[in-house]
């Protein structure tokens, strides 16, 4: 068991680290990266003190406006 949560989020050139499964990717972060595009592609992994960097999870979501 760990002592804490930990994911690293991926998102274009943007790397976060979060202390919970979530993440608010605010209006003016899309904006300061160029705005969206199809598809949005964005990957997680859980961070271990014990194994390190997780296997990666990848999702790209479509999308039109």
Do not use: C, K, M, N
């Not at 608010?24 to 969206?36: K, V």
Request: overall charge negative; hydrophobic content about 45%.
């Amino acid at each position: 068991a760990e002592d804490s949560e930990a994911y690293e989020i991926a998102i274009g050139e943007r790397l976060f680290t979060v202390s919970e499964p979530s993440l608010t990717y605010t209006a003016a972060q899309i904006a300061a990266d160029g705005g969206l595009a199809a598809p949005f592609v964005f990957s997680v992994r859980q961070l271990s003190t014990t194994f390190g960097r997780g296997a990666e999870a990848r999702a790209e979501v479509w999308f039109s406006f």
